[in-house]
């Protein structure tokens, strides 16, 4: 038998209805009409721990043999498997022990006890938690439980696929959000080998792509950085077992079960597609739980796909309340309603109500304004979008008619930090701007301050919590040595460890701030 058939069969013979539930197929009438398209939505936020994730825990536990039940089961997670595991040691009557990073929110760490989890938090890293719990299954005899680097994991995660058809027959597209690879081997296996007709997509957050990275090498690569936004799928390396059943052949060797072109797409695209989610059935799904509608759209776009049956696996809804305000701030940049220009404009009477005639109407969202000269004044501004792509090239060119303009609607430095910071320039000697990437813990500023030391001298900081795992700071440091050490400024960065990149030359930076 070829692994496509066994995991088939694994499928078909899985227990997660113990305490899984089997989620509705909605239809999703709004996307689908704004994007030509019939979208359907498989609700696996509505299982009883908000995910899919319950799916694979459940099935591996649930077929452990007597003795190994009896003596308990490990996992590290600071998330949905985590509370997956809990559930069904909860159900069994097990013990289940949740390692966590000693970072991990408290609303998740309530969440796994409520449930019947033995919180462990141990570490400041995922990777510590793991090697931690790791040791101890071996240790103490425990069971270890893969988020997804396992058959019988992955065959729970496939059980979504044998729903689907039932539910829509037509289905002609699933797209899948990827993380460490799971969810998609488990709905591929399965459509590969009964309905090899439906293409199975898989999407990925642009800064954790590990998938696209794995195919693109043909081997699994250890990206060198993550990207925490969409935290359920931040993984740096694609699973084992997931990578070598996505490569498997369909049962009619029409090709790959998995399509090779995976969809990557970006924050404000997530944070679209969690609005759009939102507008059609009024949930709040956590970013990974949007990334399949977000690729939808993508794919549709660059495709131009017209009357194709498509289903977006809403895969969880753990999201941080605080989230939120962060989400709904760039949801607008994301859908194309608003887009962002730097203007120059002359410093006198009457500037500011010419500049809104050269618009014509449009309606202006955000308007920074600070004097930084007697002769002229750089100006930050917001505008509403009704045309999206093509209405915002439009205010550019016309703009560029009477203005020194710049776009920085896709400049991600200017999103985040250079609209709450316009107060006039600095003209200091030896800044340098950089972008860095705090652990979102108690003291990871403090560790800065204290690695950085006192050779360099701090010119600007902006710090916004945002509720996710890194805090994203925007530093300016002055280099009071930069004549006898040049490369003195950079080694200090190095040897904090923190990610960091250098934007001295951001034309935010440039024209608000330098």
């Not at 199975?200 to 800064?207: R, T, W």
Request: hydrophobic letters at 40%; one cysteine or more; aromatic letters at 8%.
């Amino acid at each position: 038998m070829n692994m496509l058939s066994r995991v088939v069969r694994q499928i078909l013979q899985a227990t997660v209805y113990d305490v899984a539930i089997e989620t509705p197929l909605e239809a999703a009438p709004r996307i689908s009409q704004k994007i030509n398209n019939n979208i359907r939505f498989k609700r696996e936020d509505l299982q009883p721990v908000f995910s899919f994730k319950l799916r694979g825990a459940y099935n591996r536990i649930s077929q452990l043999p007597k003795d190994q039940l009896d003596r308990g089961v490990i996992c590290a997670s600071a998330g949905n498997h985590a509370q997956g595991v809990a559930l069904s040691g909860k159900k069994l009557g097990i013990p289940a022990i949740i390692v966590m990073p000693s970072t991990t929110p408290d609303i998740k760490v309530q969440a796994v006890k409520n449930l019947g989890g033995q919180v462990v938090l141990h570490g400041d890293s995922f990777d510590v938690a793991n090697k931690y719990a790791k040791q101890r299954a071996e240790d103490e005899g425990l069971v270890f439980i893969p988020p997804y680097d396992d058959e019988l994991v992955i065959a729970g995660q496939g059980t979504i696929a044998n729903e689907l058809l039932r539910q829509w027959r037509d289905v002609e597209y699933v797209f899948v959000a990827v993380g460490g690879g799971g969810l998609i081997a488990g709905v591929a296996a399965y459509l590969g080998e009964v309905a090899p007709h439906v293409k199975v997509i898989g999407v990925e957050y642009e800064e954790s792509a590990c998938l696209k990275a794995a195919l693109e090498s043909n081997e699994r690569v250890i990206l060198p950085h993550v990207g925490l936004f969409a935290d359920g799928t931040a993984v740096a390396q694609i699973g084992e077992l997931p990578f070598e059943m996505i490569r498997l052949s369909k049962s009619d060797n029409s090709g790959p079960i998995v399509d090779p072109t995976i969809v990557t797409v970006n924050t404000d695209e997530i944070c679209a597609a969690i609005k759009d989610t939102y507008d059609e059935n009024r949930s709040i799904v956590e970013p990974s739980g949007a990334m399949a509608l977000a690729g939808i759209k993508k794919y549709v776009t660059e495709h131009q796909l017209i009357g194709k049956n498509m289903v977006s696996i809403v895969c969880g809804a753990n999201m941080n309340f605080d989230r939120l305000r962060y989400i709904a701030e760039r949801t607008e940049l994301g859908e194309r309603k608003e887009a962002i220009y730097a203007v120059t404009i002359p410093e006198q009477k009457g500037a500011f109500l010419n500049f809104c005639r050269a618009l014509q109407g449009r309606n202006i969202t955000e308007f920074n304004y600070r004097a930084s000269d007697s002769n002229q004044a750089q100006v930050f501004v917001g505008i509403s979008l009704k045309g999206g792509e093509t209405e915002r090239h439009e205010i550019h060119e016309l703009l560029k008619q009477q203005y020194d303009v710049d776009d920085l609607s896709d400049d991600e430095v200017a999103k985040l930090h250079i609209r709450y910071l316009i107060g006039g320039h600095a003209n200091l000697e030896n800044e340098r701007l950089f972008r860095v990437e705090f652990p979102e813990r108690p003291g990871a500023l403090l560790t800065f301050l204290e690695r950085l030391g006192p050779t360099h001298n701090i010119t600007l900081f902006h710090y916004r919590n945002h509720g996710a795992a890194e805090g994203r700071v925007l530093v300016g440091l002055q280099a009071t040595d930069a004549k006898q050490n040049p490369d003195g400024l950079i080694e200090t960065l190095e040897q904090i460890t923190y990610p960091y990149a250098e934007i001295s030359n951001n034309i935010g930076y440039q024209r608000f701030l330098k």
